[in-house]
């Protein structure tokens, strides 16, 4: 079977929603180049030679994927351009939105992807395994076993791995969290394991919502977490100790109109997804509706922001 690679061209903000338009169109995974990351590789001296040249435009960053080369390729690219202009209406930075594809022979790439992802021990005790790898648990470490499927989130990325040392300070035994645009479940997994009394995981994206619910069932965490499709919180009841929203900085200030009414006095909220340039818009806007700046905490070139209600005791 002969395959299309279709390449877009967005910044760094708006790779995971490109990834999930790839999903959304079929796509089993999706292979992101980033030149920035590269070059932390280069310079990390993890690699006993190579011959390599650092990226001099760091700016643009490429979310490849493969869609069968048939007769439904053409609606799929034509389905693509409009969402990537939907997309450059309602994200400030995403990027060219330069649409390419190239045909390639015949592979498995929804097995290929996963010689990149293996086990990773993410926060002080969080550790994420994927499915198909074996791990033995350290006294005291929780483990999270995952697929991400066509859902984002492996916990390698710098804004997950951002949320997951917070939570493993941030989550009591027995609090309410809500994850809104919960991806692949990592996060709430996690927030169950470490105590969470009910975790309400939520996506726009029905393709995620299953692939979290299959995750969960899997980590056996399906009696604390919930999984539904909404948009932001317009899909949940009740309210919460905790609220994640790794998402983007400009669905995070919309979010804002919306906690209100789902937050307990003195709840916090963990936000990332949050590109370095974007930190102060997203600071703001906590402020602007009342909550206080708890945390700040950076690694690359994302940020997760932790916020707490301006009415605790």
């Known amino acids: 079977m002969k395959w299309a690679e279709v390449s877009v061209a967005t910044s760094h903000e708006a790779t995971e929603l490109v990834a999930g338009i790839f999903q959304d169109l079929g796509a089993a995974g999706v292979v992101i180049e980033d030149p920035a990351l590269l070059n932390d590789y280069i310079r990390s001296g993890l690699w006993d030679y190579t ?23 053409e ?63 350290k006294p005291g470490e929780i483990v999270v076993e995952l697929d991400p499927g066509a859902a984002f989130g492996t916990g390698q990325h710098a804004t997950t791995a951002l949320c997951i040392r917070e939570l493993e300070r941030l989550v009591k035994p027995g609090m309410t969290v809500f994850d809104v645009g919960t991806g692949s479940g990592v996060l709430s997994i996690v927030a169950a394991k470490l105590g969470a009394g009910r975790v ?6 029905p393709v995620a919502v299953r692939v979290a619910g299959e995750n969960v069932r899997q980590n056996g965490a399906e009696t604390v977490v919930t999984t539904r499709q909404s948009d932001l919180l317009q899909n949940v009841e009740g309210k919460a100790d905790l609220l994640i929203a790794n998402i983007i900085a400009d669905i995070i200030v919309r979010l804002f109109s919306e906690v209100e009414e789902h937050l307990e006095p003195g709840a916090k909220m963990l936000l990332s997804g949050i590109i370095e340039d974007r930190v102060d818009d997203v600071v703001e806007a906590a402020c602007a509706h009342g909550f206080c700046i708890e945390k700040i905490e950076r690694e690359k070139d994302w940020a997760a922001i932790v916020v707490r209600r301006g009415d605790a005791q």
């Open 51 to 73: 011959d390599l040249k650092e990226a001099e435009e760091t700016e643009v960053v490429t979310v490849k994927a493969y869609l069968p080369l048939d007769a439904g390729l």
């Open 75 to 137: 609606g799929k690219l034509a389905s693509l351009a409009v969402r990537m202009e939907d997309l450059a209406r309602r994200c400030t930075d995403a990027g060219p939105g330069e649409i390419s594809w190239l045909e390639v022979q015949d592979e498995d790439w929804s097995e290929t992807w996963k010689e990149f992802f293996h086990t990773e021990k993410v926060g002080a005790y969080t550790v994420i395994k994927p499915t198909w790898e074996t791990y033995e648990a």
């Open 200 to 205: 309400c995981a939520v996506d726009f994206d």
